[in-house]
C-alpha cells in the first residue's frame, strides 16, 4: 500500500476507461496487495527479475508512474531515470529534487 499502486491502476482506469491503445504494467512482489481487476490492459507482473531483466522492463515503458505514499529515497524513480524513462511522481517526500 505504502506503493500506491492501487492509486495508479485507479488513476489509469479513470484516465484511460475503455482505450484500447493504452497498457499499464504494474511491477511488485509477489504478495503485493493490488489485486487483479480483470481489465486485460493492466498487467500484474509479480515475478522476481534479475538486475539485467529489471533494466530492461525499465527500458521498455513510455513513462514511470509512482505515487508512493511516503519514500525517504525513491529507488524505483531513479533506476527509471536511470534507463532514460521519463517518472512522474508526486510533488513531495524523496522523490523529488531541489526546487
Do not use: H, N
Not at 500500500?1 to 489509469?12: E, N, P, Q, S, Y
Not at 525513491?74 to 512522474?88: E, F, H, N, R, S
Amino acid at each position: 500500500m505504502r506503493k500506491g499502486l492501487d492509486d495508479v491502476v485507479d488513476a489509469f482506469r479513470g484516465a484511460f476507461p475503455a482505450d484500447p491503445r493504452v497498457e499499464l504494467r504494474v511491477k511488485c512482489w509477489p504478495d503485493c496487495s493490488v489485486k487483479a481487476t480483470g481489465d486485460p490492459r493492466i498487467v500484474l507482473d509479480r515475478r522476481p527479475l534479475s538486475v539485467e531483466s529489471l533494466a530492461d522492463w525499465y527500458r521498455s515503458l513510455d513513462v514511470f508512474v509512482s505515487a508512493s505514499r511516503g519514500e525517504g529515497f525513491g529507488l524505483q524513480p531513479l533506476q527509471a531515470m536511470a534507463c532514460g524513462i521519463p517518472d512522474i511522481a508526486p510533488v513531495w517526500g524523496g522523490s523529488i529534487g531541489p526546487t
